[in-house]
Structure formats: C-alpha cells, structure tokens
C-alpha cells in the first residue's frame, strides 16, 4: 500500500517534470504566420543585416499580420553550411527562406533541401534584369534554378600605394606574373618593417575562402584545372596543384605572410579588414572586391579612404601565360527550403528582396557586386564613394567559376587542409597533395579522379 | 541499539505471517521491479542502446549532409572501412589520438596526480588545503573556459610568451609551432584533479605500519615507493588508468575549442576527426564508421573496466 | 661518524622541504592561466597576457549579464541542466529500489551491462544519435535532448544509486512502513535523509557534466534562441573571443559559477566516488 503510494509520488513527480518542460520548450513558439529567414552572421552592422532589416518591414508593411523572423546564424564560415543543412533536414526547423553561397546549391540542390525555382522565375518578368553569367551559379548541370542571385564578386591583389611607394615599387602596380607578387612581397619585407607583405586565408577555419581565394586563385593561374570537365574528373595530382602550394610555402617560410594566430582562425577576415587594413599594416591581400564593404559609412569599420589607398590589381597567371590574368566569383543567392510549409510567401520575400531598389540597398551597404544589369548601370552604384564597383566589375571579363559539381563543397575541405598543413610547415607542398590526393580519393572514389605529372 | 533489535524482531515477524505468501511476494516484487525498472529501460532503449544499433547499422551506408546522398542513401558494404584505411587523415588521427592519451592522461595525469597525491601526504593540512584546491579548481572549469584559459595563455601575447620572454627566449606560436604539446597541456591542467583524488584516497589505505616496516628495514624512498606503495596500491591504479583512457578517448570540446584539430591535422583525434568527417566534410556515414570505431575501442577499455573491479571482488 | 651525520641531518631538511618546493611550484603553475581570467574579467584593459589589472571595473559583468541574448542561454542551460539532474535522480531511483531490495534473476546482467554502459564515451553515439533525432524528428527539441543527456548518465546514476542504497539497511526501512507511517513521513524520516548522500552525488555530478556540456546540444539544437550557455559562450569566443579579452573572462566566470558552486556543495560527498580500493561491490 504504502509503497504503491510512495510510486505514485514518484511518477506524478516525473510527470510533472515533464510537463513542465514541454511547456517551456512550448513557450519558444514557431508561428504559422511567420517566414524565416536565415543568412550567416558574420559581425553587428553588416550590409546583409541592414539589408533583410529593410525588406523584413517593406514586407511586413505589404502583407498585414505576416511577420518575418530574420535568424542569423552564428558560425564560422567553415561551420556555416553544414549548420544550415542540419537545419533545413527537418521540417521543424527549416528556414523558409535561406541565404546560400552559391557554391553549396548544386550540393543542396541534389540532396533535396532547397525548391526548384524554374517554373516561378518564368512568370517574373524582374528576371530578365538579372545578370546572364551570374546566373550560372545558381543553375545546376540538368538547367534547373535553385535561388536568386543578389550578390557577386571577383577576386583580385588589394594593395596599399603608400606601402608600395615607400617599398620604392611602382603605383599603380600591376604584376605579370607570381614572381612579381613574389618579388613585391620581398621588397616590402626588406624596405617597410612591421607590415605584412603578403596576406591571404589561409586557415580550415575560414573555410571555402581558403580554398577558393587562395588556392583556386593560384591553381586557376596555372596549366592544371581543379576539375576536368571534359573527362568529369577531380586532377587531384598535378605540377599545378604542386606550384600553388609552394607559392604559399614561400609566403609562409620566409615571412612574408600574416602571423598564424591571427590568420588560422574563423574572424581572421574581420581582423584584416577592420584593423590591420585601416592602419595600413597590409601590403597585398589577396582578397574579394566585396572587401570595401566594410569601410563604407555605418559598417563595421567606416573608412572612406580605404579605397584610394588601397588600389585593387588583377591577379596574374603563373608566368603570365594566356589569359594573362585571372579571377574567380561566387556570389550568394536566395533559396528556399524544400522543407518550408509557406513557399509562395517565401517567394514573394525574394522577389522584394532582389528588387531593383532593395538589390542596390544591399550592394551600396554590403559592397559586393550587383547581379542586376540595371543596378550596374545606375550611375549611383557606379560612382559610390570609396567603392570601386566600375573596376571590379571590369574583372567579370576574365573571370571564371568553381566547378559546379556536388561534391565540390567536400573537395574544398581538403583543399583547406592543404593549405593550412603548408602554411603552418606541418608539410611539405609534395606530402600535401600526396594527401590531398589520397582523401580526395577517399572521398569521391578512385574513378572520379585522375593524375597529371 | 535496543531500537533497532526491535526493528529486527518486527520484521522477523512479519516474515513469518508473511510466510505463507512467499511466491505471492515473489510475484508482486516481480512486477513491482518491472515498474521501477520501467522509466529506465525506456530511456536507455531509446537513447543509448538504439544508437549503438544505428552506429553499426549507419557505418554501412553512405548517407550523407548534403549532396544526391543525402536523399537517398545506399548502403554501400565495407566500403567506409575501406576507404578509412586507405584515408591518410584517419591513420595521421589514430597516432594523434595515441600521443594525446599517452602524454595528457597516462603519463601527465597519472604521474602529476600520484606526484601531487603523494607528496601532499605528510604536509601541513592548511597547505594541502591550498594546493588541492589550485589543482580541483582546474577540473571544476568547464571545458570550454579551460579551451579559453589556455587560448590566452599560449598566443603571441600570452602569458606563455611573456614567460620567455622574461628569460631572455624568443617568443613562440604555441599553438601553431606545438600544437600538440599545447592540447597535452591543457588536458592535464583538466584532468590532473581526479587522478590526484584517486591516488590520495588509494594512499589513505596504504596501512602506515607496512610503511614503517620498510623504513626501518633501511629502504630508500624509492626503494619503498616501488616496492611496497605501489603494489599495494596497484588496483587503483589499473582502475585509474582505465577510467581516464575512456574520458580522454571520448574528450571532444577541449580541443576543439583550442585549436580545431589544426592546424592542418596535428591535433584531430578520433572525435574531432569523426564529427570534421560527419559535420564539415557533410560525410555522415564515413563519419558513423569512425564512430563505430571510438566505439569499439571504448568497449574493450569498459571490458577492461569491468575485469578489473571483479578481480577486486 | 661527522661527515655522515651532517650528511643526515642536510639530507633530512632537504627531504622536509623539497615536496614544498615541488607542490608550490606545480601550484604556480595551476593557478597562472586561472588569475588571468580573474584579473582579465575586471581590468578595463585586458591583455592576453597575466598582469595585475590596473584598475577594477565591472563593466566587463554588466555587458554580458544585460545582453538578453546571454540571458537567455543560461535560462536554457539551467533549464536542460536542471531537468535533467531530477529526472536522473528520480528515473534511476526508481531502478535502483528493486536493484537493491529485490531477488531478481537477471540483476547481475543487468548490473553489468549498466557497469558497462558507464564507460562508453558518448561522444562516440554523437553521429548517430543525431540522426535518430532526425528520424524521429527531435531535432531542435530542448526537452528530447533533456531525455537524451538522461539517459546517457542513468548508468552511473543507477550504479550509484544502489550502491547508495545497498548501504541503507533494510531492517530500517521496513520498520518505517510497518509503524503505519504516512508515505510523506516515511519518506522524509527514513528514504530521504538515507538517500540524501546518493541524491547528492548523482545529481551534483549530473548537474555539473551537463553545465558543461557543450557538444550534445551543438549537435542537437539549432535555434539560436534555445542554444545554453555552453555553447553560447563558445559562439562569443568565436565572435569577439580575439578582441574582447575582458568580457570573454567575465562570461568565462559567469559561466563557470553554477559549476563552482555544486563542487563546493558536493565537496563532502564526492570523496566517496573515489575509493576504488574497497567499496566496489557488483
């Protein structure tokens, strides 16, 4: 009797718990009148924020009792993506619209997380304004459109003329080759101490920029591909793949590049160009023309200047072999979560958001590069102070893109080991793609790859 | 004390009413026991021993973060193991895991905690107060703020550095020149403490006449160390052993906070490995297969566990 | 004869100060990387290195104590830390009872299979538990990952708990039922104050790993409104970690308070759990 008595106290006390912690789970409600909007939160005022800040009240203005709940997502650039899959894997928690480098839409694309676009973009007139190239990115192999696009960017050497004039090196500087970037970063070792000659991502935790703005912006410039389309094969092994990584031995081992600690970890980006560029601690950087977004009045890191201090140069070939010069874009789109119960009202979000005006908003406070051909021809986008929209956008002429396959974001992990492995010494170039090419083949198979020598 | 013969009397009696219905009882505590265990059996059926099917289940297929796998996964045979043995990262992730074991807890801990435990012995109890709660104070931090603790201590400005600087040495990039030296340090910082407890609880039962004995016998303090305290004390030690080989295999936030794995891969152990595989390089179900390893090797160290208390028994 | 007992008498202060020396350096080296987090918490100008602050500001506290963000973090850590040390402490009770009192044929089994089980690394199910939470759909649930942390300490709490009460004589307890005495009397004079150790050490032990648990809910949670604060402050050290020093070490501090506070309450009864010598009993 008095066990059982003592039981039910026992279970009624379970129970209670329970309850009361469902009821508090319960407390955090996900309302059915609500998008979600999820982008990578990347520091407090950027472009992006002010951006979806802007479109959250023209929208919510537009649709009374529709609300709109910005989630930013706090993860280093090398965690974000796999953060945002695990979230758009389930219906609880997928957001209804997602901001997506466009690197990852082929891989998302193929597992399912995010809608076709095809059938709503042809109903849209607005579309014809976006950019033809640009658009690239956000299509897969079999033609389908998975976002739309409201960012771009090339890649190019950011370099400071008061540096390079007190170095004695020509301004404007354009070097022909990497030994001219070499050469430079010596010069400015020798002539300027206490700057550094050469930076660039470097580390795993900086994720796809290791992989794309260092080491595709070198492999790209050599005669080796990272991809072989016309075979559809990974070149894990080449004198190309071989050449990039000794550039960034070189860098490493005789000083010329950042110190470890500041460039191996995820806010290494923000360091750069927040502090080390503004007190002009930084002679090169290989870096996005999206870079100057954080100087422009009310960013991170207001400074007007910065881009008449820094000049912005093209990145050369190898030797200077043809095409002469090199960039690489990317850019981010808007997707919407296969997953999300209000797909239509997801869509209406995207279309205000990339409108012209809401576009130009973004690009003028984020300074990446417009997709739309009629933001690129406004002369306010074009004549934005301390931005420098007209000569990056010049770049898209040369530029290429990474390749679009869906194990592509897979393969950038390695690359980003590499690439740390060499900076830090912990390899040679040689023992670095041996590894490269042991786990690439690991990953997608000992058919997918092949070797040059 | 005549309480509790009363007690004694009582229940006897009651045993003997009782008598009659023994299987009754028999019955009933059956089905009580049931009841008790149920709650438990639920939960652990769920969440412990359901993953562990899955682990074994999962490590088959190539199931995937993003990607066409990610849709629809296949199982694919052996062909994670496969790929784990010819993958150079797994082999470099399997000697880091050893050296972090064998120099944070079986040698570090070990020794500093039975160093600490030993010479603590003996000294003024204000003392031993003050030293002990230095070392407790280190596992008591949650391993994130150890991860911080440690981030400061070892950078460019750190204290480290100011250290050697002070002596007139060149200032180091910890963290990126001894990577592994700076994760071994900091995870005997952590852990250190609960060797330490061990072997002063193994010591308050080394029987101080044995001691004494040897001491008279003209025994060096090593001699005695070797050859009387640390066989009698042997059991705790095995058992020490064992229980930090499991938290140190299984130990995932110290280091990942501390320097990633990196750089490159000097510092990813088998956790870190499993979830860079599983969560970074969106491999889920390579990932599942490197769990399915971690498993296997906690299950022989637990197997271990298990021998050793019995022996004791 | 001189010489050799000068020798000993040298030899014997040498051996009386030396451990001294040892303990205090080794002492010095614990507690250096601990002071810069107490003086970087209240220096207005914390440096990375270890140097005594120049002032004393609580401004550091203050900013991460008013940011809602934070706020909200430790209510979710409490909330996940919390409920799980009563359920443990309630879920393995009610196993250990019958575990302890009971004739049961499959008791050894199962007392093995729970030794075990305590061993296991959880980090290891991590993968996969992940994805049980997604076919189950519990992705993102605060009270399933509650469950979760539950079941992944019930078998220390259960091996504890019966060992806890192994020790309770059963003479005792029958007495209290037989008396007549009312459930909430015979709890609270006989099983509670018994136990009270037991309960004690598995939920102070419960309370502190999942305070400092960061992995499982990184894995398992991905609102950023239910994040605790393990891997809030994670997050903040991402985030500013490498410029703001200060506020890092307060929320360090913060962060580490309700962890302190259980060791010291637990303090007495912890030395129990680590006898390995004697009172090992399967």
């Known amino acids: 009797m008095v066990m059982k008595k003592a039981m039910l106290v026992f279970v009624s006390l379970l129970l209670a718990v329970l309850q009361a912690a469902c009821s508090y789970e319960a407390s955090k409600p996900a309302d059915s009148s609500t998008i979600k909007v999820a982008y990578r939160y990347s520091g407090p005022n950027t472009g ?119 170095a004695g090196l020509p301004v404007p500087w354009q070097p022909e080759n990497w030994n001219d970037i070499l050469t430079a970063a010596r010069t400015i070792k020798e002539k300027v101490p206490g700057v550094t000659p050469f930076w660039s991502f470097t580390g795993r935790a900086t994720g796809e920029a290791t992989a794309m703005q260092t080491f595709e912006m070198l492999l790209y410039g050599t005669d080796d591909p990272l991809y072989d389309e016309k075979r559809d094969k990974w070149v894990v092994k080449s004198p190309g793949i071989l050449h990039a990584l000794r550039f960034i031995d070189h860098i490493y081992s005789n000083g010329l590049g950042p110190p470890l600690s500041q460039v191996l970890n995820g806010t290494a980006g923000n360091t750069l160009a927040e502090q080390s560029m503004p007190e002009e601690k930084v002679a090169m950087a290989l ?167 | 004390m005549m309480a509790i013969e009363l007690v004694h ?43 562990i099917l899955l682990t074994i289940l999962f490590s088959f297929t190539n199931m995937s973060l993003t990607g066409s796998a990610a849709r629809d996964m296949d199982f694919v045979g052996f062909k994670n193991f496969v790929t784990m043995f010819s993958d150079p990262s797994f082999r470099i992730s399997v000697l880091n895991t050893m050296v972090f074991l064998i120099f944070s807890a079986i040698l570090g801990q070990q020794v500093l905690g039975f160093t600490l435990a030993s010479l603590m012995r003996e000294r003024s109890r204000s003392f031993r107060r003050i030293i002990g709660t230095v070392v407790m104070a280190g596992w008591v931090t949650p391993e994130v703020v150890v991860a911080f603790v440690w981030f400061a201590f070892f950078s460019d400005q750190g ?83 064992v229980l930090i080989t499991l938290q140190t295999l299984g130990l995932f936030t110290l280091i990942y906070a501390l320097t990633g794995g990196g750089p490159g891969t000097e510092t990813e152990t088998l956790p870190i490995f499993m979830y860079n595989q599983a969560f970074i390089n969106y491999q889920l179900g390579y990932g599942t297969a490197i769990s399915l390893v971690l498993l296997v090797i906690g299950m022989i160290a637990s197997l271990t566990y298990i021998r050793l208390l019995k022996l004791k028994t | 004869m001189s010489r050799k007992g000068g020798l000993r008498l040298n030899r014997s202060t040498f051996n009386r100060v030396v451990p001294y020396v040892i303990l205090s350096l080794i002492g010095v080296m614990f507690l250096m990387p601990l002071l810069w987090v107490l003086f970087a918490a209240v220096d207005p100008q914390a440096q990375l290195s270890l140097k005594v602050p120049r002032g004393v500001t609580l401004d550091n506290f203050q900013a991460i104590l008013t940011d809602p963000a934070t706020q909200m973090s430790f209510v979710n850590g409490l909330f996940l830390s919390v409920g799980q040390s009563v359920l443990v402490v309630i879920v393995a009770g009610l196993a250990a009872y019958p575990l302890s009192r009971y004739q049961l044929n499959y008791k050894k089994p199962f007392m093995y299979t729970i030794l075990f089980a305590t061993a296991l690394p959880i980090t290891a199910v991590m993968v996969p538990v992940y994805q049980l ?56 004079s006989v099983i509670i104050p018994l136990m009270l150790p037991g309960v004690f050490t598995v939920s102070i032990f419960t309370f502190t790993s999942s305070w400092g648990n960061f992995f499982v809910p990184f894995i398992l949670i991905q609102s950023p409104d239910k994040l605790p604060a393990s891997v809030t402050i994670y997050q903040f050290f991402g985030q500013y970690g490498l410029v703001e020093y200060g506020k890092l070490a307060a929320f360090s501090i913060l962060y580490a308070i309700p962890a302190v506070i259980m060791y010291i309450i637990g303090q007495r009864y912890m030395s129990q759990g680590f006898n390995f010598g004697g009172a090992t009993k399967g």
Request: no cysteine.
């Open chain 1, 48 to 166: 992006t924020e002010k951006w979806l800040k802007k479109v959250k009240q023209t929208f919510e203005e537009r649709h009374p009792g529709k609300k709109v709940e910005i989630i930013p997502i706090q993860a280093s650039e090398g965690t974000f993506f796999a953060k945002l899959a695990l979230m758009m894997k389930s219906a609880d928690t997928a957001p209804d619209v997602v901001a997506e480098d466009t690197f990852m839409i082929n891989a998302d694309a193929a597992a399912g997380y995010i809608e076709p676009l095809t059938e709503r973009v042809k109903g849209w007139d607005d579309w014809d304004n976006f950019n033809d190239r640009v658009k690239k990115g956000v299509t897969t192999q079999d033609g389908s459109i998975y976002g739309v696009p409201f960012s771009t960017d090339t890649r190019g050497i950011w370099y400071n003329k008061n540096i390079f004039k007190k």
């Open chain 1, 287 to 453: 870096h996005g023309s999206f870079l100057s977004g954080s100087w422009v009045e009310g960013g991170p890191a207001p400074w007007p200047e910065g881009t008449k201090v820094y000049g912005f140069a093209p990145m050369p070939t190898e030797r200077g072999q043809d095409p002469g010069k090199i960039s690489l874009s990317g850019g981010w789109a808007l997707s919407i979560s296969a997953k999300s119960k209000h797909k239509d009202l997801a869509w209406e979000f995207i279309k205000l958001a990339t409108n012209k005006e809401n576009n130009k908003y973004y690009v003028l406070n984020e300074g990446d590069l417009t997709p739309r051909d009629d933001v690129a021809e406004d002369p306010e986008y074009q004549n934005a102070p301390g931005r420098n929209f007209q000569q990056s956008t010049e770049f898209l002429e040369f530029t290429d893109f990474r390749p679009g396959n869906e194990d592509y974001p897979a393969v950038s992990t390695k690359i980003q080991i590499a690439v740390e492995s060499v900076a830090t010494g912990k390899a040679s170039p040689e023992q670095a793609m041996e590894q490269y090419a042991q786990s690439v083949e690991a990953l997608v198979g000992p058919e997918n790859v092949m070797k040059k020598e």
């Open chain 2, 9 to 51: 009397e009582k229940s006897s009696q009651r045993n003997l009413s009782n008598a009659g219905s023994l299987e009754k009882k028999g019955k009933r505590e059956h089905v009580r026991s049931i009841l008790f265990l149920l709650p438990s059996w639920i939960l652990l059926l769920l969440f412990f021993f359901a993953p």
């Open chain 2, 159 to 241: 204290t480290a550095n100011v250290v050697l600087e002070s002596v007139g040495l060149k200032p180091v990039a910890w963290l990126y020149q001894f990577p592994m030296v700076s994760v071994v340090i900091a995870n005997i910082w952590h852990g250190t403490a609960f060797s330490m407890l061990v072997y002063q609880a193994a010591l308050d039962d080394v029987p101080k006449e044995v001691e004494e004995a040897a001491k008279i016998d003209g025994a060096t303090g090593w001699q005695r160390l070797w050859h009387v305290t640390l066989p009698i004390i042997r059991g705790s030690i095995s058992t020490n052993m």
């Open chain 3, 133 to 188: 939470f997604i076919l189950l759909n519990f992705v993102d649930s605060l009270v399933m990952t509650m469950l979760f942390l539950t079941a992944s300490s019930l078998p220390y709490a259960i091996w504890i708990m019966k060992n806890f009460m192994d020790s309770v004589p059963v003479e005792l307890e029958e007495a209290a039922w037989v008396d007549g005495a009312s459930v909430w009397r015979g709890l609270r």
